[in-house]
Nanobody, 121 residues
Framework: QVQLVESGGGLVQAGGSLRLSCAASGGTFSSYVMGWFRQAPGKEREFVAAVSRRGGSTVYADSVKGRFTISRDSAKNTVYLQMNSLKAEDTAVYYC??????????????WGQGTQVTVSS
């Protein structure tokens, strides 16, 4: 069973950038499709981005296309979310997730605790 720990959240001004990291342990990293989700106050959790097991395929929510980039480093068992041109509406708790489902997945089995991202306008 894989454990996921996010880091890299914080407070940033609109137009700025942040890079989130998610370190995976306790499982075979290459076995998992990795994803990022977010949940804003008063809203449901929503999908942000996902990357396939070998990193060759990615998928993004329309709201972040062209601004966010997901990537993974198998040597470090880590998945990243580079967030550029941040907007106030990107403010949310960001969660890392992993799944053994095929690509693209519809369900995720494992979740991290989340990291807060706050974008000031």
């Amino acid at each position: 069973q894989v454990q996921l720990v996010e880091s890299g959240g914080g407070l940033v001004q609109a137009g700025g950038s942040l890079r989130l990291s998610c370190a995976a342990s306790g499982g075979t990293f290459s076995s998992y499709v990795m994803g990022w989700f977010r949940q804003a106050p008063g809203k449901e959790r929503e999908f942000v981005a996902a990357v396939s097991r070998r990193g060759g395929s990615t998928v993004y929510a329309d709201s972040v296309k062209g601004r966010f980039t997901i990537s993974r480093d198998s040597a470090k068992n880590t998945v990243y979310l580079q967030m550029n041109s941040l907007k106030a509406e990107d403010t949310a708790v960001y969660y890392c997730a992993a799944t053994t489902q095929g690509w693209p997945p519809s369900l995720y089995d494992y979740w991290g605790q989340g990291t807060q991202v706050t974008v000031s306008s």
